[in-house]
């Protein structure tokens, strides 16, 4: 059992396809996230035999690309350019093997008891509290070895940010990661060189692949087949890398499927199957994120951002006002889009990016809702959400007490980025403009990959797709266990409570498969 | 009739007609969008000052050409709007001076700077985000140079991968299962684990030439 080339399971990669295929499984699950890899492992772990169905390739250390935009077209849906329509928001969702977990920051935070009470009030939910969750949290925990960020790999670009919460008194937590041994390398958004974040791709699917089952890469599920209130299992067609040109094709038949394709994938393979699942007529709405941006502090001397966990520290302080703070690093390239102006003043400001540290805060939203669509008869989403002028002005709060915290840090001067305030702000004092403002939305430049909602759990069928168990309403094999599912934003960076959430419908589902 | 004849001709002359040949290397943009990707990559990093190197000497042209041709159709046909937009768009935001509203590439250094920054700080919010997009797309192809990465002090880190078991398991993309190198034993392979010397040696690729 050393040699995984001797493990009873398999992946099929793109080279491997020379002919359409048709498997049998007891269970189907559709994408290899943070959320699919979790239900698979565990299903297989159950003894169920398991077909894990991936768009996108596996991605090896050779095929990462160091370069920021370069990175994005290979590893991101739309090359990275995908947006909302209404309020356009920029978002991102991945497309590989272990999804978003390849080129996220590993935080794993739990939610709140407090928001988990507010969905359970809000989606008349009876079995989904902290408590109930603990125990799943924990085994992932556990399995993932999911531990605070170590100092000394925090880099001083996040021990900053601490530094600057601890002079005003505001909590400041080392993040807690699905890391093992971190660098330090700033890295985590083009791919873990060090191999060090346990992005599903080694994690769960190696483990599933060790217990039995098998891994299909590079295949496009373009349908869920059913017969009645049964789904029958899926059907597809292979797709190239990159380009997604599609091959040969295939189908898998299962006594249960799980669709675990993401947030906006996942209600359009349910809208083009038939309007699977969507007797409530809510499959594919409530879009909602965590819009966010990010101020960026020059600071006296070097701060050498190059050297750092990526996410390394977080503010928890402000949860229950609707923000979230964090530290943030990306490739330079793409965190000197925010950088205002242009010619020589942003040459020199672009300099300045050695002495400065990036935070950023993000919204958990209580009015900007959207809805995600196919667009013509394509797997390729139209989404459209709009950021409710409430929810804006709190997200300026957060931008606010971000300025607060560099200038306790020692910042000589910040970059708001705010349209209508100055460019640079080199005071408390002159910051001041960020607290008394009420920002609007179109002030502020926001991005997002933090999404929720499209197949959203709710104790009333009529009012929700799935149950508790994340099976959906209308179907009796048929289960969403990806971020969908949650009523509304989990006041945290979402993953782990995705995954503790298809943890337990996994185990749910296993008991009648 | 003569009127519609001249407009067409002016509008064949303004869209078409005065580009500089397109550089066969590149497979994606037109000579046109060749042109304004030029253009505009020297007025977002004009040449000289702090930071020396010029938005064209960095490659910039290359490296968009090399990213639209990664992506998908319909993200291409954007990329090439937003260009030809922002080419075009001196007829209704001209550029200062009486002969503004010639297409961006005709304009002088100075007038492209100024129609750029007209965007940019533009009350209406569509105009602000038409100009981060291309800010956006000329940032990232210029910090694709190792030399500017360097001058900031920011090009990555030399780093040895570790094997690990799902190096045995995928192959690199678009190979098959038999390309897979590495072996059980590579595990064992002593790799430094220790958090990265910011001044350390950098990544092969970002190194100063020798
Ligand atoms: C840059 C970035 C940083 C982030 N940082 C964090 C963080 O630090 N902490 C955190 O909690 N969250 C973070 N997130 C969000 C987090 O990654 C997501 O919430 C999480 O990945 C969601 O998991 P999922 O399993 O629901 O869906 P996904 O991770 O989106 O996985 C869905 C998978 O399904 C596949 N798929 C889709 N359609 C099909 C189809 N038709 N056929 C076959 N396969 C299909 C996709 O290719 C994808 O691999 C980040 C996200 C990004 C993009
Ligand atoms: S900071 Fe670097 S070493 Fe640490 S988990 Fe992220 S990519 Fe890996």
Known sequence: ?513 | MLVGIALAVWALVRLALGYPRRDPALRQLSARDQAFVRAAADAVFPPGGALAISGAEAGTLAHVDRYVASLSPRSRVLIRLLFFLLEHATLFFPAPGWDGFRRFTSLTPAQRAAVLEGWGRSPLAVRRTVFQSLRAVLTMAYFANPTVLRAMGLAPLAIESPVVDADLLYPPIGQPRSAVRATPADRERCVPRTPLDPHGPLDPAYREPA
Request: glycine letters at 10%.
């Open chain 1, 1 to 513: 059992m050393n040699d995984p080339r001797a493990w009873p399971g398999s992946v099929r990669v793109f080279a491997d396809y020379d002919r359409d295929f048709r498997l049998d499984a007891d269970v189907v699950v559709v994408g290899s996230g943070p959320c699919g890899a979790v239900a698979a492992y565990e299903l297989a772990a159950a003894g169920k035999s398991v077909v894990l169905c991936e768009e996108g390739p596996p991605f090896t250390p050779a095929d990462y690309e160091i370069d920021g935009a370069l990175s994005m077209s290979r590893t991101m849906r739309e090359g990275g350019l995908r947006f909302t329509s209404g309020t356009v928001l920029p978002t991102m969702q991945a497309i590989a093997l272990g999804g978003g977990s390849l080129v996220n920051s590993a935080m794993c935070n739990r939610t709140p008891d407090f928001r988990f009470q507010e969905w359970a009030e809000e989606a008349e939910l009876s079995r989904t509290s902290r408590a109930e969750l603990e125990p799943h949290y924990d085994a992932i925990a556990e399995f993932l070895g999911i531990a605070a960020t170590p100092d000394e790999v925090q880099g001083r670009r996040n021990l900053l940010f601490r530094d600057g919460c601890k002079a005003l008194g505001y909590s400041a937590e080392s993040c807690p990661r699905n890391v093992v041994g971190c660098r330090g390398s700033g890295e985590c958004f083009t791919g873990c060189r060090p191999r060090a974040k346990q992005s599903m791709d080694i994690s769960y699917v190696p483990a599933a692949i060790r217990l039995g089952a098998q891994v299909l890469t590079s295949v496009r599920v373009e349908r869920i087949l059913a017969s009645g209130r049964r789904a029958t299992g899926v059907e597809g067609r292979v797709a190239a890398p990159f380009t997604g040109a599609p091959g040969p094709s295939f189908r898998v038949d299962a006594k249960a499927v799980v669709l675990a394709a993401g947030v906006v994938a996942t209600p359009l393979l349910l809208q083009r199957s038939g309007d699977l699942a969507n007797a409530s007529g809510q499959v594919g709405e409530h879009l909602q994120f965590h819009p966010g941006t990010s101020v960026l502090g020059v600071f006296p001397d070097p701060v050498e951002p190059v050297f750092g966990a990526t996410q390394g520290y977080q503010s928890l302080h402000f949860l229950r006002e609707g923000f979230k703070l964090e530290t943030l690093w990306a490739p330079p390239g793409v965190l000197a889009v925010r950088m205002p102006g242009l010619g020589h003043p942003l040459k020199q400001a672009l300099l300045d990016m050695r002495f400065a540290s990036v935070f950023d805060g993000i919204v958990s939203c209580r009015r900007s809702e959207g809805r995600v669509r196919e667009r013509g008869r394509s797997l390729h989403p139209a989404m459209r959400w709009t950021f409710h002028p409430d929810d804006a002005a709190v997200l300026g709060r957060a931008i606010w007490h971000m300025a607060e915290i560099f200038f306790a840090a020692g910042a000589r001067k910040i970059l708001p980025g705010v349209a209508g305030v100055p460019d640079e702000l080199h005071s408390l004092a002159e910051a001041e403009v960020l607290r008394t403002r009420r920002l609007r939305p179109s002030d502020i430049v926001v991005a997002s990959t933090h999404v929720f909602g499209t197949t959203r759990m709710h104790g009333d069928a009529r009012r929700g797709v799935v149950d508790e168990d994340l099976k959906a309403h209308d179907m009796d094999n048929l289960y969403v266990v990806d971020t969908g599912v949650f009523p509304r934003s989990p006041a945290v960076n979402p993953m782990f409570t995705g995954m503790a959430l298809a943890r337990r419908s996994a185990l749910a589902l296993a008991g009648r498969v």
